[in-house]
C-alpha cells in the first residue's frame, strides 16, 4: 500500500488572507514505511514574508527570490502524490494551502477524507496527551535534534517514524518469524527427495472376507444396496 506523508511551510496561518506555500516536503510509503523516495521544493511566494514566518522555519524573502512559483512545479508535486492517501500532521491546515494553491493555478482540490490526520490518530490514542510533533517523537523515542527549526521534508521525514509507531510499530517478532517461514519453504523446495515406489492399496483376500463378515451383522448395510 503506497501513502505519501505531507508537510509545508507558508508565510502565514490562513490562504484566504493572501497566504502562500513556501515550501512542500513528501516522503513515500509502502506498507507504511519510508521508501527512501521523496519529493521536496522550496517555493517563491510572490509576496513578503512575515518576521514571524520566517522566525518558524527560517525562509528569508532573500531566500526564496530565485526559487520556482507553484505554477511552475505543480505537475511534479501532482505526478509524485498520485492517488496515494496523504499522511499530514494537522491536516486541515496543510490541505487548505495546497487547495489554495490548486485553486490558483487551475486545477482540481484534493478532497479533504484523502488526507489521514496523525494529530487526530495520537489523540485518539492518548487522550489529553500533548499531541504536536515534538511530543510524539519524543513519546515514541524518534530522534528529533536536527529540528531547530520547522521543515517541511525534515517534518515529513519524522511523521513517518511517528506514523509508523502510531500503526503499532514494525513488530520485529512478525518479520522474524516471516523469514524462518520463507527459509524453510526455500530448504525445503532444495531438497533431493528419495525415490520411493509407490504402494499397493488394494485389500487383500483377508481384508475382503473381514469386511464382509462385518456387514453381514449390520442390518441392511449401505453397502449392500448398490
Known sequence: MREIVLDTETTGLDPLHGHRVVEIGCVELHNHVATGNHFHVYLNPERDMPSEAAMVHGLTDEFLADKPVFAEKVDDFLAFIGDAPLVIHNASFDMNFIN???????FKRLPLDRAIDTVMMARRKFPGAPASLDALC????????????????????????VYLELRGGRQPGLEIAATAVAQAVENQAQQTREYRAPRAHAPHDGELAAHETFLAAIKDPLWKRA
Open 138 to 161: 519524543k513519546r515514541f523515542g524518534v530522534d528529533n535534534a536536527n529540528r531547530k527549526l520547522h521543515g517541511a521534508l525534515l517534518d515529513a521525514q519524522l511523521l513517518a517514524e
Open 100 to 106: 489554495a494553491e490548486l485553486t490558483r493555478t487551475g
